[in-house]
């Protein structure tokens, strides 16, 4: 039960993240390679040939913009989410 309350904390973090940042960055596969891209943008914001070029950059932006990087693996689903702003669901203590 315990773990049930604390998935479903996480799972509302997740969803407040995304609500409330618009300038989120994710690092998704694209044809060209990898790409970061903002959430409800058209295009992509940069292209790299390489995941960690990507990374690198989405870090960069999301620090920039205290927000959120969530970084895909190659079958799209999030492997890896990093907060540069105000943490939606810090430590206790």
């Known amino acids: 039960m315990i773990a049930s309350a604390k998935r479903n904390e996480q799972v509302n973090s997740y969803a407040s993240a995304h609500k409330r940042g618009s300038k989120n960055q994710h690092v998704v596969r694209h ?9 409800g943008a058209k295009r992509a914001t940069q292209t790299f040939s390489t995941q960690k070029e990507a990374e690198a950059r989405g870090k960069t932006l999301a620090k920039k913009n205290k927000s959120e990087l969530f970084i895909h693996g190659k079958d799209g689903r999030i492997r890896e989410r990093n907060s540069y702003g105000p943490d939606p669901f810090p430590p206790k203590g």
Request: hydrophobic share 45%.
């Open 31 to 39: 044809a060209d390679g990898w790409a970061v891209k903002t959430p």
